[in-house]
């Protein structure tokens, strides 16, 4: 079954404002990933946050993770319109060679 | 300098037919992965490779059959299409000792 299932479905905010993005997932991991997947393209990776890591930052992007409610959030600052796009988060869930993702969070920042 | 290439990008074809998707990485990465996004945008694995050898496969059909001739290419065949199978066809390489996937541009197939 789905692991990861991301909350919102749809995201639509004005360019400038911060964006969230939630992911919650339910057995145990070793780390959990965000991608982002433009329209037509395929999914690039983001940044990557360990069970034993709690908060992680790279850029405009700030991700958390709480193990104990096995959920996670990212969070985009200050929006561009070229962040428009679908964002997952994915587990190793299923495995050291695997990763489970869920359905995406369609991100849509209006200029 | 494309990473992860596919190759065709978009391809319609009737059911029935036998089609394939081929998938190259200059990475120098060992392990290959195709997935399938369906038209929720739901994307799951099928099947994965490390150094040529299938070490993961999903609960796929058996018409679906991956090759790799070397590490650096992993292809998938499918006999007998079925309208099912119109999805977008990832192929995605990862290195050793990484966690993060690398993707292709995608494969769209259509089935008719």
């Known amino acids: 079954s789905q692991q990861g299932e991301e909350d919102p479905q749809a995201l639509s905010i004005q360019e400038g404002e911060n964006a969230t993005m939630n992911c919650s997932y339910k057995t145990s991991i070793n780390n959990l990933q965000w991608y982002r997947q433009n329209s037509g393209r395929g999914l690039v990776h983001l940044i990557l946050i360990r069970s034993n890591e709690r908060e992680k930052h790279s850029g405009r992007l700030r991700v958390t993770l709480d193990t104990s409610k096995k959920s996670s959030s990212l969070l985009i600052t200050a929006s561009r319109a070229a962040d428009t796009a679908s964002y997952f988060c994915?587990?190793?869930?299923?495995?050291?060679?695997?990763?489970?993702f869920g359905q995406g969070t369609r991100l849509t920042i209006n200029p | 300098d494309t990473a992860v290439s596919q190759t065709p990008k978009y391809l319609v074809t009737q059911m029935g037919n036998d089609k394939s998707i081929k998938c190259e990485q200059n990475l120098g990465h060992d392990t290959m992965y195709w997935y399938k996004q369906d038209s929720k945008k739901f994307l799951k694995i099928m099947f994965s490779y490390n150094n040529k050898e299938l070490i993961i496969n999903e609960t796929v059909p058996n018409r679906f059959s991956p090759k790799s001739p070397d590490k650096a290419h992993l292809n998938l065949h499918i006999n007998s299409l079925e309208l099912g199978d119109s999805a977008v066809y990832f192929c995605?390489?990862?290195?050793?000792?990484?966690?993060?996937?690398?993707f292709g541009p995608g494969t769209r197939l259509t089935v008719t």
């Open positions: 994915a587990t190793d869930a299923g495995g050291a060679q695997k990763l489970v």
């Open positions: 995605a390489s990862r290195g050793e000792a990484a966690y993060e996937q690398y």
